[in-house]
């Protein structure tokens, strides 16, 4: 068996990284800084540096014009992803915290992408069942509680058009998809990542990406 991960990721390696990326503009640098400064405990939950060019240029790449995000936080995945839309694109975010977007809002007016953001404060899957059912989403990403990812999949799937991508981040939560007994958590993700392997209506790549991100294409 080939062992693919013979690259250590350092601290030194993974600042090369941010390097040869596209930088993080200021909007998204306060943003990111923001976060940290004002829910330090729970900073955790905004999406890696790196994963922020990588949604923009997925968003290019699948010329996406309609995205649903579930798990908007303070907004820097929202943010990075609406600023690649077209100027008619929409993203509809998800999110149960008043709190946390209200960050998420002053950065997308400050970007000048406010517009292009329909925020949705109501569980996600209120939200999700109240959209039409036809094929239509281009493009979504999945960041949020971990125990309903696969409802939020079968949701998701259906209203993909096909060639649409879903994103789903945490697929390797801290590792502990491999424990015995993990965390509640862990066995949701984990079951998810076999729910996802399983479903014949997608195309699916897990990558060692920062936590885990799983890449799905509609067929």
């Known amino acids: 068996m080939t062992k693919g991960n013979s690259t250590k990721i350092t601290d030194e ?15 998204q640098r306060g943003l990111v800084r923001t976060t940290w400064e004002k829910f330090p405990e729970s900073a955790g939950m905004q999406s890696a540096e790196e994963q922020g060019p990588l949604l923009a240029f997925l968003v290019r790449l699948t010329g996406a014009r ?8 303070t907004g820097f995945s929202a943010l990075s ?4 839309l077209p100027a008619d694109g929409r ?17 997308w007016a400050a970007a000048g992408v406010a517009d292009r953001i329909d925020l949705r404060i109501a569980p996600a899957l209120e939200t999700l069942r109240a959209m039409p059912t036809e094929p239509h989403i281009d493009m979504a990403y999945v960041d949020a509680d971990k125990e309903n990812q ?9 209203r993909m058009r096909p060639g649409g991508l879903i994103v789903t981040d945490n697929t390797l939560y801290h590792g502990t998809v491999l424990d015995d007994s993990p965390q509640s958590r862990g066995a949701s993700v984990r079951a998810f990542n076999e729910h996802a392997k399983a479903d ?20």
């Open 150 to 158: 696969i409802l939020y999949w079968e949701e998701l799937v259906p």
């Open 13 to 27: 390696l993974y600042q090369y990284v941010l390097a040869h990326n596209p930088p993080l503009d200021d909007i």
């Open 81 to 84: 992803m609406a600023q690649a």
């Open 200 to 219: 014949t209506r997608m195309d699916s790549v897990l990558l060692a990406i920062s936590d885990g991100l799983t890449l799905s294409r509609k067929r």
């Open 66 to 73: 309609h995205i649903v995000e579930i798990g908007t936080f």
């Open 91 to 107: 993203l509809i975010a998800c999110d149960v915290s008043e709190e946390w977007t209200a960050y998420g809002r002053e950065a």
